[in-house]
């Protein structure tokens, strides 16, 4: 993903690699005390969830259908710049892909590769708690109903 003010890198990920026990990894650019690197990081794990650039040819698409390619220009979450006009909204085309990528999974990719037990730390840093924006109202949680169904009845496996 491209910044379109500094026309620079903001974000990294391998695509349809979330499964990939070395790739499963993505990277956003952050911008501290603020909720900017939200859609980048949605953007970057769509890519791991095999979901191209809005305007590219999908790589993964539900058998039987034609893949569409979206207008970049919409510019929803995948386009291939930040700061559009629908920047936090997946088009349709993106959703079909990771809706069609998760399908393909297989159960090998739910299982557990560690069994290690992570903490939080109390503070995330000196002098500052993990409430500092706890006045800030939380946004919906937005859940891809086709991507969930496929995952919860075990499709692909």
Known sequence: ????????VLGIAYLGAVCH????????EDHAYTFATVGVTAHELAHAL????????????TVGKR?????????NTMAPTAGGTNFGVFSECS??????FAGSLTGVCFKFASSKIYTIPEKPFHGKTWDHFKHKDHQQDILLPEFIPTILEGNGT
């Open 50 to 61: 095999g979901s191209v650039h809005d305007g590219d040819v999908p790589v993964f698409a």
């Open 1 to 8: 993903m491209v910044d379109i003010v500094r026309n620079s």
């Open 21 to 28: 026990l070395s790739l499963r990894a993505a990277l956003a």
């Open 95 to 100: 959703l079909d892909q990771m809706s069609s």
């Open 67 to 75: 893949p569409k390619i979206c207008d970049p220009r919409n510019g």
